[in-house]
């Protein structure tokens, strides 16, 4: 069997996260080749340099450096192929598949013992998993499929042994507020890319100009016209960026004339800065900042995607809708009711809420990926006629484009 490529090998994120919705890490969805879980080739050994190339590279990338909870199989621990990586910067998430066999029980102690911190996924209560409890640093419950008192009885037991719980597969705010209730410490789940529906209201007309301005400022080709027109709309931001100027953090000595004279002065880099930050707080502060980046990779992901199989007239429509698919859960409200508010081309409404389009077999893949879902990747792949190899390329463009508009240390935002 040949040693797959470069572009054979796959990485996905899904984002763990505190109570008070702040990024504790992410768990790294990772296929090489056909196989949905990292597995070097069979009867070949494992080469270092590729797995710095696949694991120190892009998964440190996709993290921002923080924990990468990464799955092992049983042939993944007991070839202690975890010891290939930092140890400060991995969490080895031992698969619900995996036997607690003596053999395994030994390999996990030997990462423990060298510093590597375990988790136990898809966790389910018994006397056999003791000795793997034991070794653990996460045990992560399946919301869907643990019954209500199971998950309280869970929570007591383990908050008394200091074992951080984890909930999977949280999917409502009454399931995350329950979740916090029974003393789970971490979070993970479609829930926080869908509304928190805690009432039905409108969207306010100044939420709109800071969605367009976000699109703005994500787009390559910079335009300053749009963006003065935008805060022409929209008297806070005006006020806030004359207030800035005139702070301490700027000493500005030349008197204002203008909203363009004022832009000029702070200059096309440090006005993105400025205003992405503003744009983040104005659209639900802190805990929205993971919702905001999801959108725009989705966003860049889908034009990316768009270009390499030649939708060019479509790359811009293909972009609104990755930028648009979370604004439910932004805003807190159905998603055509979003879209009600939005002129937008019939495609596009229809690709955002699941209805035949030409734009949805793109989106489709960007969602198929996005989760892990590698079969229907697949499927998807087929129907747009994507080369599946080059999807996980894509994907990390997205994430380094998302990284630069965001990171203060960057000065300029790559294409």
């Known amino acids: 069997m040949p040693t797959p490529n470069t572009m054979d090998r796959f990485l996905a994120r899904q984002p763990i996260l505190t109570p008070e919705k702040h990024i504790f890490g992410y768990e790294i969805l990772t296929r090489l080749g056909p196989e949905n879980y990292f597995r070097p ?56 598949t995996v036997k607690p066999a003596e053999d395994i029980v030994a390999a996990c102690r030997r990462m423990k013992d060298k510093g590597y911190r375990m988790a136990l996924d898809d966790y389910q209560d018994s006397p056999e998993m003791e000795c793997l409890v034991d070794l653990a640093d996460f045990i992560k419950i399946d919301f869907l499929a643990t019954s209500l008192g199971e998950q309280a009885r869970l929570g007591d037991k383990f908050q008394r042994l200091k074992i951080p719980l984890v909930a999977e597969k949280v999917e409502t705010l009454e399931q ?21 529906m805690v009432e039905r209201r409108g969207m306010a007309a100044n ?10 400022l994500a787009r390559p080709n910079f335009d300053m016209r749009t963006v003065i027109g935008m805060l022409k709309q929209e008297m806070s931001l005006s006020y806030r960026l004359m207030r800035y100027l005139n702070s301490p953090a700027f000493s500005m000595c030349v008197e204002v004339h203008s909203i363009p004279h004022a832009l000029s002065l702070l200059g096309e880099n440090a006005t993105r800065k400025w205003l992405s930050l503003v744009c983040l707080s ?19 992901f889908c034009e990316l ?38 002129p937008l081309a019939k495609d596009v409404t229809s690709a955002l ?18 989760s892990g879902t590698w079969e229907q990747l697949i499927e998807s792949a087929k129907a747009t006629r994507i080369d599946e190899n080059s999807v996980p390329e894509l994907y990390l463009r997205a994430v380094t484009w998302v990284d630069h508009i965001f990171d203060p240390l960057q000065g300029t935002l790559s294409a």
Do not use: W
Request: aromatic share 10%; glycine share 8%.
């Open 176 to 196: 995350f507020q329950r979740g916090i209730q029974m003393g789970y410490e971490l979070f993970q789940g479609y829930f926080f890319c869908r509304p928190q």
């Open 282 to 300: 104005a659209l639900g502060g802190d805990e929205s900042f993971e919702t905001i980046k999801i959108a725009l990779i989705r966003a860049r």
């Open 353 to 370: 809420i699941g209805r035949p389009s030409r734009l949805r077999p793109i989106f489709d893949v960007v969602l198929d990926y996005e």
């Open 305 to 342: 995607l768009a270009e390499k199989v030649g939708m060019h007239t479509d790359s811009e429509d293909l972009f609104l809708v990755g930028l648009l698919s979370v604004m439910d859960a932004l805003l807190g409200m159905p998603m055509k009711e979003v879209l009600a508010n939005l």
């Open 41 to 96: 080739p069979e009867g070949e050994a494992l080469h270092v340099n590729a797995m710095d190339e696949f694991f120190l590279m892009g998964l440190k990338h996709m993290t921002n450096g923080l924990p990468a909870f990464v799955n092992c199989s049983r042939e993944f621990l007991l070839r202690d192929y975890l010891e290939l990586l930092p140890r400060e910067f991995v969490v080895g998430e031992i698969l619900e």
């Open 207 to 216: 939420k709109l100009i800071y969605l367009r301005l976000i699109e703005t």
